[in-house]
């Protein structure tokens, strides 16, 4: 049999072919591999002077090139992928319920658990047991153990794409998944794929606090913590031109932690508005804690993923009351919070769009849409070259090799084998 392997040049990539050519030695490789920073032929010292072992340098995404190598080629391992960029969160579900955490955050995580080992160009983290699982692709949304965790040093540039299904920020070769299931890369700029629902079958669900939900609701859209130095006073504000609505705030306040407050007026113009204020130091510690402090670094806490769908539900339509729209709009600064809402709507099974804007006036936000109208069209979508300096990541994700990151649920591909390079989506759609 003829394999060709792309990639084969890299950490897994070599690893398989030392594998198959001890197992296999029947068989024929060829290597295709563009030997870019995480390609290394000193891998593949020990092989490259067997007779059934044949290396070609190419780029899969040039069409001409991959339609010689696969000529006459029996089976293709497709191996050949780049990075995902050390802020982007992804999904994560384990025994201690379900969160979002960055590629980084979810390393140094792991890294206390398990040695991290060097490789040619980088580390890699293996993953014991099945506790650890992200959100994969797999008949829309499926949770997925990962088995290995990469990371290396990467200088050089970077691709964001932004459009209505969401934001992925990796390197110009990581594979992701177009729309319609094809297997591309970001230079190309496709409609990308996202998830927007989730399996949650044989699950345990929690109860939640209505009063809570939504004295957090309340916090996380309109409130804000501030430490007053010229008397001590540590100061929660939330802001509305409902009156009524800060009032109800205000009774759950004092009967579900029994601190008082007090509402004040103001006006800007033509404007009348309302702030409701609590002065205590445990209060202020507590919402602070679970919900961060000023307006671009909200986010709530990992708990209510785990509620019940109609406590999730009713703390949904909470943030939509606190940020005043009829409309079922929502914007945020927090990019944390962009990512949880994202996660958060895809378990309740909602569609939605989401659209990043970036202001010289105002702070970057991103407005999630989920009515019925006035969705955002892809003429909208922007793709951005950034230059970047630090580690890159990707995931080894059993069963489906793919997983979700960014915000809106962006999926994308990492190393897995299949029976074709070209037409891949038939693979994806069978899985």
Same mark, same amino acid.
């Given at each position: 049999m003829?394999?060709l392997v ?12 030392h594998y !198959?050519?001890?197992?296999h030695?029947e068989d024929? #490789? ?7 920073y &995480? ?7 020990? +092989?490259?002077d ?6 070609i340098?190419?780029? #899969?995404?040039?069409g ?5 190598a696969v000529?006459g080629v029996?089976?293709v391992?497709?191996?050949a992928?780049e ?5 982007? =969160?992804?999904?994560?579900?384990s ?7 960055t590629?980084?955050?979810l390393?140094e ?6 040695r ?8 890699? #983290? ?5 506790q650890t699982r +992200?959100?994969?692709f797999?008949?829309?949304g499926?949770?997925?153990k990962v088995?290995a965790?990469t990371r290396? !040093?990467?200088?050089g540039?970077?691709i964001?794409l932004? $459009?209505? %299904?969401g934001t992925?920020?990796a390197t ?5 998944y &177009?729309?319609n ?8 700029n496709?409609?990308l794929?996202a998830?927007r ?5 044989n699950?345990?669900?929690k109860?939640g /606090?209505?009063e809570?939900?939504e004295?957090m609701?309340? =916090? ?17 504000e939330i802001? $509305?031109?409902?009156k009524? !609505?800060l009032?109800?705030?205000?009774k759950?306040?004092k ?5 008082n407050?007090n509402?004040?007026r103001?006006?800007k ?9 609590v ?6 510690n ?13 986010f709530?806490?990992? %708990?209510?993923?785990?509620l ?10 909470k ?5 005043g729209?009829?409309d ?5 600064t ?5 990512n $949880?809402i ?5 378990? $309740?099974n909602?569609?939605?769009?989401i659209?990043?804007?970036e202001?010289?006036? =105002?702070?970057?936000? %991103? ?5 019925s ?7 909208q979508?922007k793709?951005?070259?950034?230059d970047?300096e630090? %580690?890159v990541?990707d995931?080894e994700?059993?069963k ?8 809106? /649920?962006?999926v994308c ?5 299949d029976?074709? #390079?070209l ?5 994806v759609?069978?899985?």
């Amino acid at each position: 049999m003829k394999l060709l392997v792309t990639g084969g040049a890299g950490f897994i990539g070599s690893n398989f072919i030392h594998y !198959w050519l001890y197992y296999h030695p029947e068989d024929h #490789i060829f290597n295709l591999d563009k030997l870019t920073y &995480a390609g290394n032929l000193e891998n593949l010292k020990e +092989v490259e002077d067997n007779p059934n072992y044949t290396f070609i340098k190419g780029d #899969i995404t040039d069409g001409k090139a991959v339609g010689r190598a696969v000529e006459g080629v029996d089976v293709v391992v497709h191996l050949a992928a780049e990075s995902i960029a050390e802020d982007m =969160y992804l999904p994560i579900r384990s025994t201690t319920g379900t969160r979002v955490l960055t590629f980084g955050e979810l390393w140094e995580q792991q890294s206390k658990k398990n040695r991290a080992k060097k490789t040619a160009k980088g580390e890699v #983290i293996f993953l014991q047991g099945r506790q650890t699982r +992200v959100l994969s692709f797999l008949n829309g949304g499926q949770w997925m153990k990962v088995e290995a965790i990469t990371r290396h !040093w990467y200088k050089g540039k970077i691709i964001k794409l932004s $459009q209505k %299904w969401g934001t992925i920020k990796a390197t110009p070769n990581h594979s992701i998944y &177009a729309s319609n299931l094809k297997l591309t890369n970001p230079e190309n700029n496709p409609e990308l794929l996202a998830v927007r629902n989730i399996n949650e079958n044989n699950r345990k669900f929690k109860k939640g /606090n209505r009063e809570l939900l939504e004295i957090m609701a309340a =916090y996380i859209t309109e409130g804000n913590a501030t430490f007053n130095k010229a008397n001590g006073g540590y100061i929660i504000e939330i802001g $509305q031109k409902d009156k009524q !609505w800060l009032e109800n705030i205000g009774k759950m306040i004092k009967k579900h932690f029994g601190y008082n407050y007090n509402i004040s007026r103001g006006e800007k113009g033509k404007f009348t508005f309302y702030h409701l204020q609590v002065s205590n130091k445990n209060f202020f510690n507590y919402l602070v804690k679970n919900c961060g402090k000023y307006c671009d670094g909200k986010f709530f806490p990992n %708990w209510i993923f785990d509620l019940f769908h109609y406590d999730r539900e009713y703390f949904w339509q909470k943030l939509l009351e606190g940020d005043g729209t009829k409309d079922a709009r929502y914007t945020t600064t927090s990019y944390k919070l962009v990512n $949880q809402i994202g996660l958060l709507l895809a378990l $309740q099974n909602r569609k939605f769009t989401i659209f990043e804007r970036e202001s010289v006036r =105002y702070k970057k936000s %991103w407005e999630f849409k989920t009515g019925s109208g006035n969705h955002y069209g892809l003429n909208q979508r922007k793709k951005e070259e950034i230059d970047y300096e630090g %580690w890159v990541y990707d995931l080894e994700v059993k069963k489906t090799h793919n997983f979700v990151c960014g915000p809106g /649920n962006i999926v994308c591909h990492n190393t897995h084998v299949d029976r074709s #390079i070209l037409g891949p989506a038939i693979f994806v759609k069978t899985n």
